[in-house]
């Protein structure tokens, strides 16, 4: 707690900025293989269950 009081918010800021950045691009790829899984399913003629 103590640490926390001493920290910068500034770099606080850029961490959580960070932090955010990282799961948006996270998400992104994880949508996107969803969409190629879905695809090659549909190219395979596999229909979803």
């Keep these: 707690m103590e640490n926390?009081?001493?920290a910068?918010?500034?770099?606080?800021r850029e961490q959580y900025e960070r932090q955010i950045k990282e799961?948006?691009?996270a998400y992104g790829e994880a949508m996107l293989e969803l969409r190629v899984r879905k695809k090659l399913q549909s190219l395979l003629g596999e229909d979803e269950k």
């Design 4 to 6: 926390a009081l001493r």
């Design 8 to 12: 910068n918010p500034l770099d606080l």
């Design 23 to 25: 799961s948006q691009e």
